[in-house]
C-alpha cells in the first residue's frame, strides 16, 4: 500500500488550498454536500464546511480562511484554525482539494 504521490498531507496555516477539479458544492438545507464528480460519491461537510470550501480559492492562505471561520461563527481563532487544519487534510485524504505550490 503507497500514499497518494508519496506525500503525508500535513497542512499548515500558510498553505493555499484549492478544491478539485472533479468535485464541485452544493448547499442544501442545514446541510452542505460536496460532490466527487469521479466517484459520484457525495460528503455532507455542514454549514461550517461550505463556508470553508467556498474559500478554498487558491489564492487565500488557510490561516486567512480560519480567520474568516472565527469571525463567521464567533469561535476563537485557534479553534477555527485547528479544525480548518483537520477539515481540509480529511478532503485531501478523499481527493477533493489540492495543494498550491508555493510560487
Do not use: C, K, Q
Not at 446541510?31 to 460528503?43: A, K, R, T, V, W
Not at 487558491?58 to 469571525?71: D, K, M, Q, T, Y
Request: charged residues 25%.
Amino acid at each position: 500500500m503507497h500514499s497518494h504521490g508519496g506525500e503525508e498531507a500535513n497542512f499548515s496555516l500558510t498553505d493555499r488550498v484549492v478544491r478539485g477539479e472533479a468535485s464541485t458544492g452544493e448547499s442544501s438545507p442545514g446541510d452542505y454536500l460536496i460532490l466527487d464528480l469521479d466517484s459520484g460519491s457525495y460528503y455532507g461537510v455542514g454549514e461550517a464546511g461550505g463556508f470553508i470550501w467556498d474559500r478554498l480559492d487558491g489564492e487565500s492562505e488557510l490561516r486567512v480562511v480560519g480567520e474568516a471561520v472565527a469571525r463567521h461563527f464567533g469561535i476563537e481563532a485557534s479553534r477555527a484554525s485547528s479544525d480548518l487544519l483537520e477539515f481540509v487534510t480529511r478532503l485531501h485524504e478523499l481527493g477533493l482539494v489540492e495543494r498550491v505550490d508555493a510560487p
